[in-house]
């Protein structure tokens, strides 16, 4: 049986790519902030742990406490809509924190264990801002474009070791709670000079048919797993779909 070690598992993508491993016979490992053991099925190939994926002695500790894994999703993150003029920089240090930063530890403290037996596999869960430009998450598309870049190298760098490394991309999910964790962050963040701009731009994100759930998250992750054929990215969701192509 194999492990999967999922981080931001206490709601949205990373909660659903945990019952759906688990739905599929994997052991799982679902990592929050704060362990919330009631979203999830009680079973013995199930484990719920807390990790803050910016804090480096979580880390080691979830690492250790989860014992040999065979996939990493990062998947925890921050959403952050604003007007970057009015975006504090110790915000935008906050957003790299957890969405950059934060993979890349993950990323360093499972390696070591992924060399050592020649096989392992890192899926990093950006998003679509990084296909095509959208106003107002500067700050956010940055943090994920870093990512990208990151993964695109380090899926070259250890691919003498039998390590994988992918990106799953998906699109603009309403459902997510992307603004609802980050309401406190984002107030004050669209000026009235912006409010105009800012209120056309959220009605017609209100109409969008096309959007990503996630259910669409998980299977991305779990074709991002399955596959063998050296795909690097892979686009959750119908709008996601359509953008990447």
Known sequence: MKTILITGCSSGYGLETARH????????IATMRTPRTEVLPPSEHLRVLPLDVTRPASIAAAIEAAGPIDVLVNNAGLGLFGAFEATPMATVREIFETNTFGMMAMAQAVLPQFRARQAGLVVNVTSTVTLAPMPLVAAYTASKTAITGFTESLALELAPFNIGVKLVEPGYGPGTRFTANGAERMQGLIPEAYAPFAQSIFA??????????????????????????????????????????
Do not use: E, I
């Not at 491993?21 to 799982?28: E, M, N, P, T």
């Not at 990503?212 to 686009?235: F, K």
């Open 204 to 245: 017609s994100l209100g109409t969008m048919t096309a959007v990503t759930t996630a259910a669409d998250v998980a299977q991305a992750v779990w074709r991002a797993v399955n596959d063998a054929d050296g795909t690097l990215h892979y686009p959750a969701g119908a709008d996601a779909v359509a953008l990447a192509r």
């Open 21 to 28: 491993f688990h739905a599929q016979g994997w052991r799982v």
